[in-house]
Each structure stands twice: as structure tokens, then as C-alpha cells.
């Protein structure tokens, strides 16, 4: 088993939801976690419980779309905590639409937040990991990585996407610098992520979802993440498919 107490973790999208939780099961682990998002009031309060509860954390204002961003926070947990050895690429948006009505900015938002954010972060702490010649990218995609729905045509292309990058990213840092990834593909997660729908039609599917199962709690990816980051150091936990038991499909 990996020890992932004294590591440094850095998560993105930690203001709320499936971030938010994983940061605080990171924490309990033992680790020092970078909890990085634009809310920094609520990452204000995440830390206060990290903090509560003896564990480390250092607030980072990021917005993932603006690589400058990116790249100051990066450095900035680098410098207070010394070393970067857990990435948790999670930030992302899931604004639902049919593509004829042309929500072509929700269309970009998501690509540019879901693909190149993800992208922009990769790139930011991958050169640390690679001097140190260890590390864990858990990249985040979603069923809608595996399966295309309707309405979720452009989410899906970039959870696609995600799945496509990590595991080709696994096959080139893994052996070569001693860096494992995981993509991680959730069913239906109960946050805020339903909250950003501005299709009324939608928006109802998602709510009647929520009345047919019993979602997962982000608290429950965060376990599966902890999993992963404390498997044995030979062992790369490549994909994880984590659903509700009442999900269907
Ligand atoms: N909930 C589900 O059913 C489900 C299922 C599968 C996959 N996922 C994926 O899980 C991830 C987390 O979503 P969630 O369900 O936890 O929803 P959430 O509660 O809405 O969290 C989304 C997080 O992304 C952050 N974010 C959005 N845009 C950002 C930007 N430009 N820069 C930095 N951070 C940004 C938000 O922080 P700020 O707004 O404070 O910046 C927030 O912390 C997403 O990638 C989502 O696609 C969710």
C-alpha cells in the first residue's frame, strides 16, 4: 500500500460537490491538499475544515481556462508545500442542451473548462512530477465518457475526450517517468453540476432523475480516489466506473 500521508495533493474544482469531498478524504489520508477553484469564499470554508480536523490545506484562486492562472497556483502550492505528487483534474460544467438550439457559448464553456482546463493544469504540475519521477493524475471523466446520451452531446464529446487523453497519457508517462493516471467515471453524483442547466426541459429530466435513485455523494468518489492513490506503488488503477447501484444504464 501507498502512504499518502505528508503527500501534497492538488485538486481542482474544490469549491463544491465531487472536489470538495475528495479534498477532505485526501486530508483525512494524511495529505496536504492545494484546493484550488475560483470561489474563494467557499474554499475559505472547506479549509477551516481541513483545518479543524488537523489536516493542511492551501487555498488557491485558479480559474482552469487561463493558463497564467494555472500556472501561478501551481507554483504557488509547489513553493509552500515542496512537492506536487496527487493532481485531481476535476473541474468541470455540464450545461445540457440539444445542439439546434445553439447554446454555441455553453458549447465552448465546456470544452474550454472540461478539455483545455484539464489540459492547462496537465501541463502546469506535469514538470514537477517529472523531476521527482513519481506522481498520480486522476483525471475526471463521466459515464457520458463511455456512452453518448441525448442533450449531452458536446459534455460527452469532452468526457471523451478526458478518457482518450488519460489513457494515452498513461501509456506515455507511466513507464517512462513513473507516473500513474486514473480516469475516473462517475455515474450520477448528487452536486451542484445540475445547477448550471439553463434548459428548463432538461433541467426537470435531471431533478425526476434525482427522485428515481439514490445518487452517489461525492464523498464517494473521493473514497474511490484515496482507493487509487493508496494502491501499492507497482499498481495503476488506469480506469474507475463508479455508479449508483440503482442506475440503470
Ligand atoms: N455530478 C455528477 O453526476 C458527475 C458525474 C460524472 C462526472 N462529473 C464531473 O465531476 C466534476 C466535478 O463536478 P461536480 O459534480 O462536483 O459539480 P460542481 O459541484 O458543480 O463542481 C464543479 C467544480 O468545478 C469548478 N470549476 C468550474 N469552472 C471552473 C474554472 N473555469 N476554473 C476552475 N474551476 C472551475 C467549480 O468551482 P468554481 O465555480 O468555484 O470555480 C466547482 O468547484 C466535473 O468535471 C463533472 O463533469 C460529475
Request: hydrophobic share 45%.
Amino acid at each position: 500500500m501507498t502512504n499518502i500521508s505528508g503527500k501534497v495533493a492538488l485538486v481542482t474544482g474544490a469549491s463544491s460537490g465531487i472536489g470538495a469531498a475528495t479534498a477532505l478524504k485526501l486530508a483525512k489520508a494524511g495529505a496536504r491538499v492545494g484546493i484550488a477553484a475560483r470561489r474563494t469564499d467557499k474554499l475559505e470554508a472547506l479549509k477551516s475544515e481541513i483545518v479543524s480536523m488537523g489536516g493542511e490545506a492551501l487555498m488557491i484562486a485558479m480559474d482552469v481556462v487561463d493558463a497564467a492562472s494555472v500556472e501561478a497556483g501551481v507554483k504557488k502550492l509547489a513553493d509552500a508545500f515542496g512537492s506536487i505528487d496527487i493532481l485531481v483534474n476535476n473541474a468541470g460544467l455540464m450545461p445540457l442542451s440539444d445542439v439546434d438550439q445553439f447554446k454555441t457559448n455553453e458549447w465552448h464553456r465546456m470544452v474550454d473548462v472540461n478539455v483545455k482546463g484539464l489540459l492547462n493544469v496537465t501541463a502546469a504540475v506535469l514538470p514537477q512530477m517529472i523531476g521527482q519521477h513519481s506522481g498520480h493524475i486522476f483525471n475526471m471523466s463521466s459515464i457520458a465518457g463511455r456512452k453518448v446520451f441525448k442533450g449531452l452531446s458536446v459534455y460527452c464529446a469532452t468526457k471523451h475526450a478526458v478518457a482518450a487523453f488519460s489513457d494515452g497519457l498513461r501509456m506515455e508517462i507511466g513507464q517512462k517517468h513513473n507516473i500513474r493516471v486514473t480516469c475516473i467515471q462517475p455515474g450520477a453524483v448528487a452536486t451542484e453540476l445540475y445547477d448550471h442547466i439553463t434548459d428548463a426541459r432538461y433541467r426537470q429530466q435531471m431533478d425526476d432523475l434525482a427522485k428515481q435513485m439514490t445518487f452517489l455523494q461525492g464523498s464517494d468518489i473521493g473514497d474511490t480516489i484515496v482507493f487509487a492513490a493508496q494502491a501499492p506503488a507497482h499498481v495503476n488503477v488506469a480506469e474507475l466506473f463508479v455508479l449508483p447501484v440503482e442506475q440503470g444504464w
